[in-house]
């Protein structure tokens, strides 16, 4: 079955976001939770070290050194960590080329570094614009 979400360029924003912070989590960048909720206001610097502790402990515990994080490739790395990856870059690169329509060199232009084992990965489409009627989905 297919679904469609329409959403704007702000709730795409924090799609990217959410993914990123997902498949980061699952190669071991547990200081992205750190780094996120640094931000929230349920989080403040008096609880920091304490939770900076949980994050080494944690570390330990799936046998990776303080630092040491895994590439998204890895075995190691579960298939739902990839696959939000490979969607994440979807929806990146989208809006790269919505923000400029002339292309350019940033990463988000260079298409899909596929990592998943997924057969089938979405689909986007930006409004059509008359610069863009001939640009296929990626």
């Known amino acids: 079955m297919k679904y469609l979400l329409e959403i704007d360029e702000d709730h795409a924003k924090v799609i990217i976001k959410a993914l990123d912070v997902f498949s980061r989590i699952h190669m071991g960048q547990l200081g992205i939770v750190t ?7 349920l989080f403040d610097n008096v ?8 994050i080494r402990k944690c570390k330990a515990v799936i046998r990776l050194g303080c630092g040491e994080h895994l590439g998204i490739r890895s075995p190691r790395v579960g298939e739902d960590a990839k696959v939000a990856y490979d969607i994440q870059q979807i929806i990146r690169y989208r809006l790269a080329w919505d923000r400029q329509p002339e292309g350019g060199h940033d990463v988000d232009f260079q298409g ?25 989905p990626l």
Do not use: A, M
């Open 47 to 54: 609880g920091r070290n304490d939770f900076d502790e949980l």
């Open 35 to 41: 780094e996120q909720l640094s931000f929230s206001p």
């Open 112 to 136: 899909l570094f596929k990592c998943s084992k997924s057969e089938t990965l979405p689909k986007i489409y930006g409004e059509k614009h008359e610069d863009q009627r001939d640009r296929s």
